[in-house]
């Protein structure tokens, strides 16, 4: 099936600093990638979709400088928290859907646990 | 506006018990997908199900069964014979079809499922 992971598993750092999290597609071309936040004990929220090659939507309320999402290639997006502050920890999962991966179903990473000092 | 409605926060059975988890559903779409992830405790959604708006069939898969009802917006979960390692977080979400919305996934927000020995 779709592989898709990421890296880190998890990281923690330093207020103010930023965090970079890698989405990698192992065995399919994402045309596709999107990038959720968990916070502990609630549900999965988008916070953008990128398609390859092109700037990233962000959904209401990301703010876009913060969550810097780069989808350079069919394989990888990355994900960066820039300046990153205590309120920003939680679960950063991906997804990808490529045209030869079932089309329309999104395969999801493993997550990323980030925890800010 | 898509919405999906778990209403049960938290269910707890007894191992060997059948269990049952509620989806609501509200779409305007006339042709959608409806989803069932499994988070455990690790954090990695592990997908169940896909299901398409015209499809009503019932599905079955082990111990795992979906009731689709469109009259109703209802996708429901039953899992017969619950076991220990059936306990985890369950998500329903749904899918617009549209290629043009990159298929995006809204989420319930989850039940989590405590299966006592």
């Known amino acids: 099936g779709a592989v898709v992971s990421q890296h880190p598993s998890r990281v923690i750092c330093k207020s103010g600093t930023s965090v970079k999290i890698e989405c990698r597609s192992l065995d399919f071309q994402a045309t596709t990638m999107f990038w959720y936040r968990q916070f502990p004990k609630q549900s999965l929220m988008l916070m953008a979709t990128s398609n390859e090659g092109s700037k990233a939507t962000y959904e209401q309320g990301v703010e876009k400088d913060k969550f810097l999402i780069n989808h350079a290639s069919l394989t990888l997006s990355t994900l960066t928290v820039t300046s990153a502050h205590p309120e920003d920890s939680s679960f950063y999962i991906c997804?990808?859907?490529?045209?030869?991966?079932?089309?329309?179903?999104?395969?999801f990473g493993p997550g990323t646990r980030l925890t800010v000092l | 506006a898509q919405k999906v409605t778990q209403a049960q926060t938290e269910i707890s059975v007894v191992e060997k018990e059948d269990v049952t988890l509620d989806c609501v559903y509200e779409?305007?779409?006339?042709?959608?997908?409806l989803f069932w992830y499994k988070q455990p405790p690790s954090g990695e959604l592990v997908f169940l199900i896909r299901r398409n708006s015209f499809d009503e069939q019932n599905e079955i898969s082990g111990r795992y069964s979906w009731n689709f009802q469109k009259s109703t917006s209802s996708f429901n979960f039953t899992i017969t014979a619950s076991q220990v390692v059936d306990s985890a977080v369950y998500f329903c979400a749904l899918s617009e079809a549209s290629g043009g919305s990159n298929y995006k996934l809204t989420f319930g927000k989850g039940t989590l499922l405590t299966v006592n020995p």
């Open positions: 997804s990808a859907r490529g045209a030869l991966a079932g089309g329309n179903e999104q395969f």
């Open positions: 779409t305007r779409d006339t042709t959608y997908y």
